[in-house]
């Protein structure tokens, strides 16, 4: 692998006397689709949020492109989250009031884009993910699928360099997960995007390219790749 996009060192979490994470460290190669697996309580969303500088580890540190965001501001790591990283959640994406549309021109807008060039590149991600049909529609008239959907063109609307899900598919029946999680791996191949999800669904987790497993608040298996790719 060549240096790695993302980088946990040594990383530690605790909620008062709660550890929910213990020493992990894992590397994550540029374009790789990794999933990260585990019993509820293991500390996978807690590893996400750190990763992403949502969350501040305790002690260890976390890299993206060779740079430390456990030194950078808060203003700085706002910056990266909105400009450079998408998360998907498993609810609460979407704005109930906004139309999909407006949904997704959403990022764009704070970044300062005009409505009308945000509305054209929104329509033309909706269009890809099979929904270009429901612009003008509320959350409320569409299906869970379809506004998770939605919620996925938000995220990568504004073309991340890395996408964070987690449990992308989980408030989802399984036809309508199968589907987000198809069209999520396809537009990652498509632009490249490197993906962290987080899930405990073994038919997710079989989308990614490599698996770590976790256990209690400690990366079981998987967290690094050799220079050959193969897991160890
Ligand atoms: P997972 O995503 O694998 O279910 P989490 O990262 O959500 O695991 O949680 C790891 C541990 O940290 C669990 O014991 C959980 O109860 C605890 N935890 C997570 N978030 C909080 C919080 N905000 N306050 C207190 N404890 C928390």
């Known amino acids: 692998m060549n240096a790695p996009i993302l980088e946990a060192k040594n990383i530690e979490k605790s909620y008062g006397q709660t550890t929910a994470l213990q020493d992990v460290s894992l590397a994550i190669g540029r374009g790789e689709i990794v999933a990260v697996t585990g019993p509820s309580g293991c500390g996978k969303s807690t590893l996400l949020h ?13 890299h993206f492109q060779q740079r430390n965001l456990t030194a950078e501001s808060e203003a700085a790591r706002s910056r990266l989250r909105r400009t450079v990283f998408g998360v998907l959640f498993q609810f609460g994406q979407v704005v109930p009031e906004l139309t999909a549309i407006e949904n ?6 704070l970044g300062g ?3 009308r060039d945000a509305a054209v590149r929104a329509q033309r991600l909706l269009d890809r993910l099979d929904i270009g049909n429901l612009g003008g529609k509320r959350p409320g008239e569409m299906s869970g699928g379809q506004q998770q959907r939605v919620a996925l063109a938000r995220a990568l609307v504004t073309e991340p360099e890395v996408l964070f899900a ?3 598919t989980g408030a ?5 997960g199968e589907q987000v999680m198809i069209e999520l791996v396809r537009l990652a191949r498509d632009h490249g995007t490197t ?4 899930t ?3 038919q997710v987790a079989a989308y990614a390219d490599r698996e770590i497993t976790m256990r209690d608040g400690r990366v079981e298996t998987g967290g690094r790749v050799t220079i050959s790719g193969e897991a160890r």
């Open 50 to 62: 750190c990763l992403a500088g949502i969350l501040w580890p305790d002690r260890g540190s976390v």
């Open 104 to 109: 997704v021109t959403l990022p764009l807008q």
């Open 113 to 115: 884009a005009r409505y």
């Open 166 to 168: 987690d449990e992308p």
């Open 172 to 176: 989802l029946d399984t036809l309508a």
């Open 195 to 198: 993906v962290l999800v987080v």
């Open 200 to 202: 405990h669904n073994a």
